[in-house]
């Protein structure tokens, strides 16, 4: 009898889009090559858990999940879909664990798995959107989403992030090949079309091109189609601003993240820029395109952040950007070391968490409708369980 079916378990909690479309791709993967996907562990072959790194809450519920499996175990296989380095090293003492498979090379799969259609085969227009966004409210019915991965990796060396650890290059797609497919997604009906995946500014410097001759092919594409970019450092943001106006007609949304608002922050954090600089150009890029979406991440509780920088990301942020989504730092291995005298303490981080869900509680109780167009904390689910409590 074949071994054929799979049990998924989704841990990202729909986090963001680009962490549901991965999902759901690697569900499409198994559907296309003719695996049957079951809805308990009881019933598979395979046990595949999709996590996300960043988040205290949704590490320990990993673990603790990952943990419950081992009675069900028995002559089965589990495999963890991690992004990043941290948790293969946390988890690798686990012995049911069959194999880790990172998010930059899901190419593993049709090595372990064998396949008829490889993972690269399978297009944004074989999964449902409605699975992707799980019904966020600011996603706008008017446009029907394609995402397209144009490279894998980042150029930066940002203090607090670990992607140069977990794929120390750029790997990036041809303009031939993502032209192609653009074209097939704009003939298929799709006007929106999201460029994942890293950082935009990084793609084409291993094949001799850039992120400009990137979208002066896209634009040479005559159909009505918009662009919505993750992610622009804001440094090249700056950098290439003439560009960024060239081309203000075809984008519709981009996320710039500015991390913070403190420039005493952002040196400690290896990020090099001028806030005032980054908040005119977001002024000037409104005069220009008053409609244009600018979205924005805040780190907060950095090593040696004030309460008053703390805050004044809140207020800068709302007043900026459209939408933003506040991360709670976390010390990792293999991200920069800080003294123990610049770490908070879990009072203070539980203090400046109880603030911006107070902030998310106004939102929710003023406009639900909009709540998310102005902050937003990254959590897990049992964090987003506490905002009406508060």
Request: aromatic letters at 18%.
């Amino acid at each position: 009898m074949n071994k054929n079916k799979v049990f998924l378990k989704d841990m990202t909690y729909s986090l963001s889009s680009e962490l549901s479309y991965l999902f759901y791709k690697i569900k499409s993967y198994f559907l296309k090559n003719n695996y049957t996907i079951v809805d308990s562990v009881d019933y598979a072959d395979y046990i595949l858990v999709c996590t996300y790194w960043y988040l205290s809450e949704v590490e320990k519920l990993t673990y603790d999940y990952i943990l419950s499996l081992k009675e069900k175990i028995s002559d089965k296989k589990l495999y963890i879909f991690w992004d990043l380095w941290s948790w293969k090293n946390s988890l690798k003492n686990i012995p049911f664990i069959t194999d880790f498979v990172p998010t930059y090379d899901l190419t593993k799969l049709d090595r372990l798995f064998g396949w008829k259609y490889s993972i690269n085969d399978i297009l944004s227009s074989e999964i449902e959107q409605d699975s992707i966004f799980h019904g966020d409210k600011w996603v706008d019915p008017n446009h029907k989403y394609y995402f397209l991965e144009i490279s894998a990796g980042c150029i930066h060396s940002c203090n607090f992030c670990q992607i140069k650890k977990n794929i120390w290059y750029v790997k990036s797609r041809s303009i031939s090949q993502l032209v192609k497919e653009l074209e097939y997604a704009v003939k298929s009906g799709y006007n929106l079309i999201v460029l994942l995946w890293e950082d935009a500014w990084s793609y084409g410097l291993d094949i001799w091109t850039n992120f400009w001759e990137l979208l002066d092919a896209f634009c040479n594409v005559k159909w009505d189609y918009q662009i919505n970019i993750h992610y622009l450092h804001p440094a090249m943001a700056l950098k290439y601003k003439d560009y960024i106006i060239r081309y203000i007609d075809k984008i519709y949304k981009f996320n710039m993240p500015i991390q913070s608002f403190s420039e005493r922050i952002l040196k400690k954090m290896n990020r090099f820029y001028k806030v005032d600089n980054v908040i005119n150009f977001i002024k000037d890029l409104k005069k220009i395109k008053p409609e244009i979406i600018i979205d924005n991440h805040i780190i907060y509780a950095f090593p040696g952040e004030t309460f008053e920088e703390f805050l004044n990301n809140i207020k800068l942020s709302v007043k900026y950007y459209y939408r933003t989504v506040f991360i709670e730092y976390r010390y990792i291995e293999w991200t920069k070391k800080f003294s123990c005298d610049d770490l908070l303490n879990e009072d203070e981080i539980k203090k400046r968490k109880y603030v911006l869900l107070r902030m998310m509680k106004k939102y929710l109780e003023k406009n639900w409708d909009k709540w998310v167009n102005k902050i937003n904390v990254l959590a897990g689910e049992e964090t987003y369980k506490l905002v009406l409590e508060v």
